[in-house]
């Protein structure tokens, strides 16, 4: 029997191939009708045998191409029409758009096998790519997605090119970045004085500088790295220098996973992400002995590592790198660079030549950051290749812009069910981030087509983000508590609407009483939260000068815990400590100047890192944390005592009695190991304890773990494990980061449940 359907498609399904595999499903089953796109997404009509449509049907959503995204699929009968061929028609523009756009995609296989092809006709050509691959959110400037519209509209397709883009057979029909050696974008290479480097090829010849140990800028997908080769340490300790990086991290770039298992630890989650289109950084144990130089990641268990996303980078480790040093390219906390003439500026005094192109990047997107934690793949930075596909919300939300936080910055905009977070944009304190700041949200405000109607930022009146919002008086504006934000956040990705148990560790977030939170515990939804428990308010001397240095922290707990006898500790920290300098601060201590009060248990970490010697100034923000976290041993051990009491309803926590078993712990010459352990283990029983104190009272069965401190993988699987088998449900930050990356995500769903109250 024969029947006819009207089917409409909605999800990530333009720009995809998405219309030629149709079109090849349908002839094979002698199908007739048509598909085209609209500005919602696809539409097409297909007649034939009802077992052909219904086989046909299951594949095209079980098995479409591999960046498609199907989001929904509605199928209507409709009388039979009798046409005899099945037709890829022109695009309808229809008023209303919704048509998603994709993120930027890995070269994919079949990509790659051509560009290793000398037969090919794209045989080392760096921009190779295809329906299934190539660069798409960081080249378009407008939609609909089509040519005249990225960056590749400065590029003529030359006759060969043309035809595939036109043949719905080819893997190339409709792929807009389309391009070949004689009509695309071509590499260059400069010397750091910004003069082409002429009769050389430019990539074979960056390949050479890099193994003398030269510092190459290479023009990437979302921006410009930096780049070394990474096992030699001179090479990379220049790097480092040069770009003002003291410690913190630098990514690596190998060009297949052997490589990358030579030097790093990789289970099956791990490979499977390091494999995926999206390419990101992924987080992986050291191997001791390896041969990467030791400055890439000091101090530090982990390597961030990812394989090669573009052709040009899958060309250039070829030649013979077990590692490049891919960081990205900026001076320390600017956002990175995507201009060629920007760069020279910007970079000519780090790096000793450049590796460009002549495609232009719309919008900036730096490496995307994953780790493995609990058996899961959870978000740490998401940017490039993430951004900007949806994260789905339970139910449609009034459009809403939310502006983020002041560190590790992101936006987030709503549309419908669907929540478009941006890539990251970073410091707010850098005044080129802020532009960045701007430039992202009228970008994906344009892109997406979202005009908001609200607008959230956070409490904190001294932010930029604050500012800006606050500026945009034709929106009705609505401000989120940060640590609120963060717990809304992680309910909303786990589609959660009832009342939960908030634990919320964080580095600082402002209050409602105007106190710096960071060590909190709420119950509540998405509309409204209580404060249930929290670290007692402690002086944070100098204010934003204790985050950088943490052995003001220190000083600070340890006269809450000692009082004027805290001299009197025979603590090797404080013998090194300059004796003005701690007279001056405790002065302010007692004298309550600059010192504002907080609960953070950030801060608490640094604190502790500083008292057990490990540093008592950072250079990046977390580093003493994160530093305790990777020294601990992991062996088994009791918790430091802890006390809790009750204000006004309220639970506070102690920090002193931890304070003093962290201090006699050291006194009596425990290892550095064993104390961080017993810091750790303390934390996750204070924690769960106060879970279940509150399950008593109120019977939520429910735990959300967010905020920054989740970041550290001992309490971030000590508590979910503690807490499931005190038979609680828990809920961890997967699709978004637990720190403040995620932070608008939390602010523009929490919002909208702010106002329905
Ligand atoms: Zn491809
Ligand atoms: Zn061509
Ligand atoms: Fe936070």
């Not at 995609?105 to 006709?121: F, G, N, V």
């Not at 002086?539 to 003001?552: C, D, L, N, S, V």
């Amino acid at each position: 029997m024969k029947a006819r359907y009207h089917i409409a498609i909605q999800g990530i399904v333009q720009g995809v191939g998405f219309r030629p595999f149709v079109y090849l499903q349908a002839r094979n089953r002698n199908i007739s009708g048509y598909v085209n796109n609209t500005s919602l997404g696809v539409e097409m009509e297909i007649e034939g045998e009802t077992g052909a449509l219904e086989n046909f049907l299951q594949v095209v959503q079980d098995t479409p191409p591999p960046i498609t995204n199907i989001t929904s699929i509605r199928i209507d009968p409709i009388p039979l029409h009798f046409d005899n061929k099945f037709s890829i028609n022109q695009s309808i523009a229809t008023g209303k758009r919704s048509a998603l756009i994709s993120p930027d995609i890995a070269t994919c296989k079949d990509c790659l096998q051509e560009l290793k092809d000398p037969s090919d006709r794209r045989f080392g050509y760096s921009f190779i790519n295809c329906t299934n691959c190539g660069p798409r959110y960081t080249i378009i400037n407008e939609i609909p997605y089509d040519r005249h519209n990225t960056s590749m509209s400065d590029f003529q397709m030359c006759v060969s090119c043309y035809e595939e883009y036109h043949n719905p057979l080819s893997r190339r029909f409709h792929a807009q970045p389309n391009a070949c050696p004689v009509c695309g974008p071509q590499v260059f290479l400069y010397d750091g004085e910004g003069n082409l480097m002429e009769g050389v090829s430019p990539v074979k010849e960056a390949a050479r500088l890099l193994k003398e140990g030269m510092i190459v800028a290479i023009k990437g997908l979302g921006g410009f790295h930096l780049t070394a080769d990474a096992v030699l340490e001179k090479a990379v300790k220049r790097l480092r220098q040069k770009k003002q990086r003291d410690e913190k991290p630098m990514a690596l770039m190998s060009p297949d996973l052997s490589a990358i298992t030579r030097y790093a630890w990789a289970n099956d989650v791990e490979k499977e992400a390091l494999l995926s289109k999206e390419r990101p950084i992924v987080l992986l144990v050291k191997k001791s002995p390896n041969n990467i130089a030791p400055s890439v990641a000091p101090g530090n268990l982990y390597f961030g590592v990812m394989l090669p996303y573009t052709p040009l980078h899958h060309f250039i480790l070829n030649f013979g790198f077990e590692a490049l040093v891919v960081t990205s390219g900026n001076l320390s906390e600017e956002p990175i660079c995507i201009d060629n003439e920007e760069s020279f500026e910007r970079l000519s005094g780090i790096a000793d030549y450049f590796l460009i192109h002549n495609r232009d990047i719309c919008i900036r997107s730096d490496d995307s950051i994953v780790a493995c934690v609990s058996g899961s793949l959870r978000q740490i930075r998401r940017s490039r290749g993430f951004v900007p596909a949806p994260i789905f919300l339970k139910e449609p939300l009034i459009s809403t812009l939310a502006c983020g936080g002041l560190l590790k910055n992101t936006v987030c905009l709503t549309k419908e069910n669907k929540a478009f977070l941006s890539q990251h944009i970073g410091n707010l304190e850098n005044p080129e981030a802020i532009s960045f700041f701007e430039s992202t949200i009228n970008h994906l405000k344009r892109i997406l087509h979202i005009e908001p109607q609200t607008i959230a930022y956070d409490l904190h009146p001294d932010y930029p983000s604050t500012h800006y919002a606050l500026k945009q008086t034709q929106l009705s504006s609505i401000a989120v508590q940060h640590h609120f934000a963060h717990m809304v956040g992680c309910m909303a990705e786990h589609g959660l609407c009832e009342e939960v148990i908030g634990v919320v560790l964080d580095g600082s977030g402002y209050g409602l009483d105007g106190r710096i939170w960071g060590g909190e515990v709420f119950t509540g939804d998405l509309s409204s939260f209580e404060r249930k428990s929290h670290f007692e308010y402690l002086p944070m001397p100098g204010g934003t000068m204790a985050i950088k240095e943490p052995w003001r922290m220190a000083v600070s707990y340890l006269y809450q815990a000692y009082g004027e006898d805290l001299l009197e500790k025979p603590l090797p920290f404080l013998n090194k400590l300059d004796s003005n300098k701690i007279e001056i601060l405790l002065k302010m201590v007692r004298q309550e100047i600059n010192c504002p009060l907080t609960s953070s248990c950030g801060r608490l970490f640094d604190g502790v890192a500083a008292m057990i010697g490990l540093r008592n100034i950072v250079s990046f923000e977390g580093q003493a944390a994160i530093e305790l976290e990777m020294i601990q041993s992991r062996e088994e051990t009791s918790p430091y005592p802890f006390e809790t009491y009750n204000k006004n309803g309220v639970c506070l926590i102690k920090h002193h009695p931890v304070i003093q078993g962290v201090a006699e712990d050291i006194i009596k010459g425990k290892r550095i190991a064993e104390i961080s352990r017993r810091f750790h283990v303390t934390l996750i029983e204070v924690f769960s304890g106060i879970c279940s104190k509150i399950r008593d009272e109120s019977s939520i069965e429910k735990v959300v773990l967010s905020g920054g401190v989740f970041q550290n993988r001992t309490i971030l699987s000590g508590m979910e494990e503690q807490l499931k088998q005190k038979g609680f449900k828990v809920y961890s930050n997967i699709l978004t980061p637990a720190n403040d990356g995620g932070l608008s995500f939390g602010q523009a769903v929490a919002a909208h449940y702010m106002n329905l109250k």
